[in-house]
């Protein structure tokens, strides 16, 4: 009797995504702009081959397609505050930074700045305007320190 080294039947087939991303994906892509497809895959879907990243990519996953709504009427603060935790928890799945540095770090906002374009065709939101909003995150503005 021969055996498949390659079958299927007792573990995920190498390069598949997981099936609840998959989903998300198909939702995504409904209504996110045609002509960022390929940023999504190679910035976002491509990382739920790693077991690592599944449990984020999903929970961020389903924070833009839930947040369809909000980014149609305009809201940017809603906007803002429901994809900044999944963002975070993505971009850092080992949990280094506190929500206070998070919201400091420019990199992570450059990064949800991204989220917005590429899966809302959002172009124009400040960095300012993405603190201002995320400070009430952490119960309201922060006393600017002199150095």
Request: glycine share 6%; net charge positive.
């Amino acid at each position: 009797m021969r055996w498949s080294i390659s079958s299927g039947s007792r573990k995920q087939e190498a390069g598949t995504l997981p099936d609840g991303i998959q989903n998300q994906i198909r939702a995504i892509e409904k209504f996110a702009p045609r002509e960022y497809t390929k940023e999504r895959q190679v910035h976002y879907y491509n990382y739920g081959i790693l077991t690592e990243y599944q449990k984020p990519l999903h929970d961020l996953l389903k924070a833009i397609s839930d947040c369809k709504g909000p980014a149609q009427k305009g809201d940017t603060a809603q906007l803002l505050k429901a994809l900044f935790c999944k963002t975070k928890d993505f971009y850092d799945p080992k949990q280094r930074l506190s929500p206070d540095q998070a919201i400091e770090d420019r990199e992570l906002r450059r990064r949800l700045r991204q989220v917005l374009l590429i899966f809302y065709k959002r172009e124009r939101t400040a960095d300012s305007e993405i603190r201002s909003y995320l400070q009430e995150l952490t119960g309201g503005e922060k006393e600017s320190r002199p150095k």
